[in-house]
Nanobody
Framework: VQLQASGGGVVQPGGSLRLSCAAS????????IAWFRQAPGKEREGVSCIRSSVDDSGDSATYADSVKGRFTISRDNAKNTVYLQMSGLKVEDSALYYC???????????????WGLGTLVTVSS
């Protein structure tokens, strides 16, 4: 099983990026998918989670307070991919961003079974 996060880069404050999380050997619509981030010297923190498409609240999303109104998580089931659209980026959003797949939509890293390698987001003027 492999998750591949991509789309990171360098952007100025106020800019936008779209991260992608693509999967091989698992079908993402059946999993809750979360984005986490980790900045140097800080703990990994949850950013957003989208519930599985077959869940009673299918495709509903949760966001960390720090990104509400700026980030949007979504799915394209045909492409087996989850996206994180990030707008209004701030310097403090700089981090290595990871996607993870698991049975529960929450921000506890240990609950997730599958992780991708991170993609680096740098917000700098």
């Amino acid at each position: 099983v492999q998750l591949q996060a991509s789309g990171g880069g360098v952007v100025q404050p106020g800019g936008s990026l779209r991260l992608s999380c693509a999967a091989s050997r698992i079908t993402l619509p059946y999993y809750h998918i979360a984005w986490f981030r980790q900045a140097p010297g800080k703990e990994r923190e949850g950013v957003s989670c989208i519930r599985s498409s077959v869940d009673d609240s299918g495709d509903s999303a949760t966001y960390a307070d720090s990104v509400k109104g700026r980030f949007t998580i979504s799915r394209d089931n045909a492409k087996n991919t989850v996206y994180l659209q990030m707008s209004g980026l701030k310097v403090e959003d700089s981090a290595l961003y990871y996607c993870a797949a698991g049975p529960i939509c929450e921000f506890t890293p240990g609950t997730y079974h599958y992780w991708g390698l991170g993609t680096l987001v740098t917000v700098s003027s």
